[in-house]
Every structure is written in structure tokens, then in C-alpha cells.
């Protein structure tokens, strides 16, 4: 059984990956959502030979939510634009260890990646290879011991929120790259991609998706205080 399906027309489908799934190939060998999607795909609508399915974007292995698949090269095109010009909002929510000092802000740094640790580092402006990172934060819920963290992604980085939230002393759950002390039994960790919103690349209609996060005791905790 495919992940849960959020939207699927001719032209996308956008599912909810689970923590652990790999979108693409690697250098490994292990089975990938994209082949998933494939065959769901084939076997659904009964299509012989290969199925096309373009990668628009990623997420980090560990982490869950909404990801967009075309199913076209024309729609592959112009959602490639789309995301190109940041005409998209991304809309992500991080559960961490420690309460910010400020309830919301505005995080700008100069990200440098480590290919071989495969970890991203905060630089400085004018560094070889050291990108822009921006993204809004805001305190949205907390536990007894955890936060609950909206994040608007501006830029697409690298580990940006992993790396950017460690700054702030707010490692996210089970994120032991970044500080958090402890795995989680998935190996995956508390960051997820909530919402993300942009124009249908052929229809030019608005579309608004919102993924369920995983259910586990603590996002459900998160999901049972915040308003419906």
C-alpha cells in the first residue's frame, strides 16, 4: 500500500511520507517512494511499460509530510518554475527539546554542506559554497517537555531547519545530527512538512495541501490541543 494520498489528478499526486522513506535513489540500494508511487500508479490505472514520475522536490529521510510528484513532463516543467521562483509556501511544524527565547522570529544564516558527513554548518556571507538560508519560526503549542514549532521554509536548503532551529538551543526530536541526545525508535525525527501551498501547473488553480503528522503519542498530544 502506497503512503496516504493527499492529492492525485493527471498531471500530480502528493502523498505523506512516512519518516524513513527515501524519495530517490541513493547510493544504496533500498526500495524508494518514487518506485512506490510507480507502481501504485500501473497497477491503478492499468499502464504498460514504465511509468514517468518527476521529483519536484525532497525531504530528508527522517522527516514526514506532504511531497509533490508529477506525472508529466509538462506539469515536472512548470512546477519546476514554480518552485525556482519560491512561488510556494512551505509550511513545516518541528517538535523540540527547548522553548525559544522568542516566541517567533525571523532566521537568516549562511549555510556551507559537508558532503561527506552529509551535515549542513553555519558559515559566513562570501564563504566558498555558502548559501542563504532564511525561514520564519512561532511557538505554536507545548508539552510537558517539548515544543511545538510552525516553520515557514522561505529557502530550500540542506538540513536548513534542523541546522537553523539548533541555533536557537531547539534541537528537533530525535534529531541526533543536531543535538537532540536520543534517536527515535523509526529512526526518524519530530520535523514535518505540514502544508504547502502553490498554483496547479496546468489548471492555474489554487491548491492548498495539509498532511497528517504521524501517529505517535506525541504528535497526537499536539494534534488534541491545538484548535481543529
Same mark, same amino acid.
Given at each position: 500500500?502506497?503512503?496516504?494520498?493527499?492529492?492525485?489528478?493527471?498531471?500530480?499526486?502528493?502523498?505523506?511520507?512516512?519518516?524513513?522513506?527515501?524519495?530517490?535513489?541513493?547510493?544504496?540500494?533500498?526500495?524508494?517512494?518514487?518506485?512506490?508511487?510507480?507502481?501504485?500508479?500501473?497497477?491503478?490505472?492499468?499502464?504498460?511499460?514504465?511509468?514517468?514520475?518527476?521529483?519536484?522536490?525532497?525531504?530528508?529521510?527522517?522527516?514526514?509530510?506532504?511531497?509533490?510528484?508529477?506525472?508529466?513532463?509538462?506539469?515536472? @516543467?512548470?512546477? #519546476?518554475?514554480?518552485?525556482?521562483?519560491?512561488?510556494?509556501?512551505?509550511?513545516?511544524?518541528?517538535? &523540540?527539546? $527547548? %522553548? +525559544?527565547?522568542?516566541?517567533?522570529?525571523?532566521?537568516?544564516?549562511?549555510?556551507?554542506?559537508?558532503?561527506?558527513?552529509?551535515?549542513?554548518?553555519?558559515?559566513?556571507?562570501?564563504?566558498?559554497?555558502?548559501?542563504?538560508?532564511?525561514?520564519?519560526?512561532?511557538?505554536?503549542?507545548?508539552?510537558?517537555?517539548?515544543?511545538?514549532?510552525?516553520?515557514?521554509?522561505?529557502?530550500?536548503?540542506?538540513?536548513?531547519?534542523?541546522?537553523?532551529?539548533?541555533?536557537?538551543?531547539?534541537?528537533?526530536?530525535?534529531?541526533?545530527?543536531?543535538?537532540?541526545?536520543? @534517536?527515535?525508535? #523509526?529512526?526518524?525525527?519530530?520535523?514535518?512538512?505540514?502544508?504547502?501551498?502553490?498554483?496547479?501547473? &496546468?489548471? $492555474? %488553480? +489554487?491548491?492548498?495541501?495539509?498532511?497528517?503528522?504521524?501517529?505517535?503519542?506525541?504528535?497526537?498530544?499536539?494534534?488534541?490541543?491545538?484548535?481543529?
Amino acid at each position: 500500500m502506497v503512503n496516504q494520498i493527499l492529492f492525485e489528478d493527471n498531471h500530480i499526486i502528493i502523498v505523506n511520507k512516512n519518516p524513513g522513506d527515501i524519495v530517490q535513489e541513493d547510493i544504496g540500494r533500498d526500495r524508494t517512494l518514487r518506485d512506490d508511487i510507480k507502481d501504485y500508479i500501473k497497477k491503478k490505472y492499468g499502464k504498460p511499460g514504465s511509468v514517468f514520475l518527476g521529483i519536484v522536490h525532497r525531504l530528508d529521510r527522517p522527516v514526514s509530510g506532504a511531497i509533490i510528484f508529477a506525472r508529466t513532463s509538462k506539469s515536472l @516543467s512548470r512546477l #519546476n518554475k514554480i518552485f525556482r521562483h519560491r512561488e510556494v509556501e512551505k509550511i513545516y511544524w518541528a517538535v &523540540v527539546d $527547548n %522553548e +525559544p527565547k522568542e516566541p517567533e522570529g525571523t532566521l537568516v544564516h549562511f549555510l556551507k554542506k559537508d558532503e561527506n558527513k552529509n551535515k549542513a554548518y553555519i558559515s559566513k556571507e562570501g564563504v566558498d559554497g555558502a548559501v542563504r538560508a532564511e525561514l520564519k519560526y512561532k511557538l505554536i503549542a507545548k508539552s510537558d517537555k517539548y515544543c511545538l514549532l510552525e516553520v515557514e521554509l522561505f529557502t530550500g536548503r540542506h538540513h536548513q531547519i534542523r541546522v537553523q532551529l539548533a541555533t536557537l538551543n531547539c534541537h528537533i526530536k530525535g534529531d541526533l545530527k543536531y543535538g537532540f541526545p536520543r @534517536s527515535n525508535p #523509526n529512526a526518524g525525527i519530530h520535523l514535518h512538512a505540514r502544508k504547502i501551498v502553490f498554483t496547479h501547473p &496546468v489548471r $492555474n %488553480e +489554487p491548491v492548498t495541501i495539509i498532511a497528517p503528522p504521524p501517529d505517535d503519542p506525541l504528535w497526537n498530544y499536539f494534534m488534541s490541543i491545538l484548535p481543529s
